[in-house]
């Protein structure tokens, strides 16, 4: 039970997209089609493995609803990575992602990990918003990008997994300070880290195992 | 069982090294585990019986005023100050109270279980090793001159404590008095945590989220770092109260509290002259409505039907005219009952066999529903009960600030709330009274010194659920009060609430 660190996430997003869903699927392994609103914020939590040391996730599923934004921006503190999630289904979900990523880089530290998900990946027929497209948003706003589907279970973990290694990278580098816990880190219980030494050689760069990974 | 070695230790012994870390900054930093382990190492075996957790202990009160942030504490400071936590000090006299309201209305057996666990020494006792304490402190406090400085600053405020908490105590009267009087060997008995909260009093520096937090690290340190038997994690409220993501929710109520604090503050100060006028009297209204002392009047009798409290709490839920329901809160309390319900015919079908052998082997009885399996249920109750009551405040304060036309006013909801929290700490105190005429219907044969520390960890962990809740409860003054001023300024001041327009992004 006893874990190295642990990030606040938030995922954020407009409604429907299946924020909820993702974090069900992540933490639950389970898929339920039919949600009902989340009120303000609903929360999961789960351990993960990360270079060997156990990193617990503390995920804040905010309401995606345009009435909840002015409440939902308040949990944005304190996060240490965010998923930014749209409907490859459904174009305008894709296109209000501008206003999100104003809001989260807002309300939260500037070195918040941001991970750009296409969610829905299973309604390949359906489909609205290319792959492309979704890369190109990523790279201009320097954000990680993945294209899941909640239903299939497909690039979840890995989404979830990333982001937390992204963060972690972040952390070796000695971007966070861990110790402050605006920047939503939190050292586990009976660790008593040193300051992180720069980055080392072994590290890989994260981004590289996200979007070519998996089945979608 | 761990609990044999540990709970009826000493009493006084503590005092002193105790007091002693009020006055120089205790080694609470996880590296210097070895030197706390001497003063603490005795009330570590029983994490069962771990007091309400404590606000860290931030270095003296000199420092920490002179140097708010302090890097090795890594908290955020609260940016509120003191005045925003001026409740906290408020709802531990009240808990004091709600505990009453559970020992006080009967059982009286088990309060006896409870007393003797205490270990309550004889007053010479006492006089003796008080005077002992403060001569060893004695240096370091005559410089301090706040009432927490002595051994008989405890006595002091506790009987302080008493004095405010007559006023609002729930089931009151001498049951109260008589309590609080053992409430007070209490303190002296396990020294540290009493000891911290009183001073907690005075220096109100943390969130209650951080203090849970903080609580529930201790925990986790407390299990990694021990060969613990697995069975030993489901009785830690803390861990218990953060699985069932009471901790998240409360972190996010405070959120919301804190962003409507500030925007009340700056909706105060952009106003003048009558307006200004108006509305702090509005606002003096609504905070009365948030002092619980006034509710408790209405005295009512126990309630023992198990519809009772899911039709008030249902009820109260409507008259609030929030979408929430407290579906998850019922069902928690239901799951409670039934799994006593089902616990206390057990045992009579049982008794016959093994009587004779319960002596010996009362800590490996294999019994289905040993004393230990229904003191880790009752924590864990206690915990789910506690997090969803907490979860149904955060859902609601989403609520009142989301909400666009509203049917009740704010002080119409504030008066709700508040009935709904004396509602939800009586809930929690008659359920820790089931729990513990179960152990002591279950335990009749074990030994006191076994028994007692089970008894004694359900009551306190229920007053502490029942000062949470109350915790919990003032954070919504602020969403309140904010939800208050939206209704009244419709149009003209709109721009002022803070709250962006929608179609913004």
Redesign the interface.
């Known amino acids: 039970m006893t874990y190295a660190y642990l990030f606040k996430y938030i995922i954020i997003g407009d409604t429907g997209v299946g924020k909820s869903c993702l974090l069900l699927q992540f933490t639950d392994k389970r898929f339920q089609p039919v949600h009902d609103l989340t009120i303000g914020v609903e929360f999961g939590a789960r351990m993960v493995n990360i270079d060997g040391k156990q990193i617990k996730l503390q995920i804040w599923d905010t309401a995606g609803q345009e009435s909840f934004r002015s409440i939902t921006r308040s949990y944005y503190r304190g996060a240490a990575g965010a998923l930014l999630v749209y409907d490859i289904t459904r174009r305008e979900t894709f296109n209000h992602l501008t206003s999100w990523l104003e809001d989260a880089r807002q309300h939260s530290s500037s070195n918040m990990v941001i991970m750009l998900i296409g969610n829905k990946s299973d309604l390949e027929s359906r489909r609205d918003v290319k792959r492309e497209e979704g890369e190109a948003f990523a790279r201009e706003h320097g954000l990680i990008f993945m294209e899941t589907s909640a239903k299939t279970a497909c690039n979840v973990e890995e989404a979830f997994i990333n982001t937390a290694k992204e963060i972690y990278r972040k952390i070796q580098q000695g971007l966070f300070d861990v110790h402050n816990e605006a920047n939503g880190i939190k050292i586990g219980p009976q660790q008593s880290i040193s300051t992180p030494v720069g980055s080392s050689t072994s590290q890989r760069n994260s981004r590289d195992i996200g979007s070519n990974s998996g089945c979608c | 069982m761990s609990y044999k070695d540990g709970i009826e230790t000493p009493v006084i012994t503590e005092a002193a090294p105790i007091l002693e870390d009020g006055n120089c900054e205790p080694a609470k930093?996880?590296?210097s585990v070895d030197q706390s382990a001497k003063p603490e190492s005795k009330s570590e075996p029983i994490p069962s019986t771990r007091k309400r957790p404590e606000a860290k202990p931030s270095s003296d009160l000199e420092t920490s005023e002179v140097l708010p942030v302090e890097?090795t504490v890594?908290?955020?400071v609260p940016q509120t100050g003191w005045g925003y936590w001026g409740s906290w000090g408020k709802s531990l006299l009240s808990s004091a109270s709600a505990t009453v309201a559970t020992v006080g209305q009967g059982i009286s057996n088990v309060i006896e279980k409870a007393e003797t666990s205490l270990g309550i020494p004889s007053p010479s006792e006492i006089s003796t090793e008080v005077k002992c304490a403060a001569g060893e402190t004695n240096a370091k406090e005559s410089e301090n001159s706040s009432p927490i400085a002595g051994p008989f600053g405890v006595f002091s405020t506790i009987s302080t404590a008493v004095q405010s908490t007559g006023k609002s105590v729930i089931t009151g009267g001498l049951d109260a008095l008589e309590f609080i009087g053992k409430k007070t060997m209490d303190v002296i008995a396990e020294g540290d945590p009493g000891f911290k909260r009183t001073k907690d009093l005075m220096n109100r520096n943390a969130t209650l989220s951080q203090v849970l937090r903080e609580a529930k690290?201790?925990e986790?340190?407390w299990?990694?770092?021990e060969i613990t038997m697995e069975t030993d994690?489901k009785t830690h409220y803390g861990?218990l109260f953060d699985e069932f993501?009471g901790l998240?929710?409360l972190e996010?109520l405070e959120?919301?509290s804190r962003?409507s604090e500030i925007k009340v503050k700056s909706i105060l100060n952009s106003l003048s002259g009558e307006e200004l006028e108006t509305l702090k009297l509005e606002l003096e209204e609504l905070k009365e409505a948030f002092s619980l002392g006034e509710l408790c009047e209405e005295e009512e009798e126990e309630k023992e039907g198990d519809e009772d409290f899911t039709k008030e709490i249902t009820e109260l839920f409507s008259q609030l005219h929030v979408?929430?329901k407290p579906e998850k809160l019922a069902r928690a309390r239901n799951t409670a009952y039934e799994w006593i319900r089902t616990s206390l015919t057990k045992p009579l079908a049982e008794k016959g066999g093994g009587e004779e052998q319960l002596e010996a082997e009362n800590t490996e009885q294999a019994n289905k529903n040993s004393i230990e399996d229904i003191h880790a249920f009752a924590i864990r109750s206690l915990a789910e009960m506690t997090a969803c009551s907490i979860e149904l405040f955060?859902?609601t304060?989403?609520?009142v600030?989301?909400g666009?036309k509203q049917e009740v006013t704010a002080i119409e909801r504030s008066r709700t709330l508040s009935q709904m929290t004396v509602v939800l700490c009586k809930e929690l105190s008659s359920l820790s009274k089931k729990f513990t005429s179960c152990l002591t219907t279950e335990g009749v044969k074990e030994k006191a010194d076994v028994l007692n520390p089970l008894i004694t960890a359900v009551f306190l962990e229920a007053s502490n659920s029942a000062s949470y809740i109350q915790d919990a409860f003032q954070l919504l003054l602020p969403v309140l009060e904010i939800s208050l001023i939206e209704n009244k300024t419709e149009s003209p001041r709109h721009e002022l609430q803070g709250?962006?327009p929608?179609s913004e992004?």
């Open positions: 930093n996880s590296d890097e890594s908290k955020d690290e201790k986790e340190l299990t990694s770092s994690k861990l993501q998240s929710h996010a959120m919301l962003e979408s929430s955060h859902k304060a989403a609520l600030l989301h666009r709250e962006k929608l992004h």
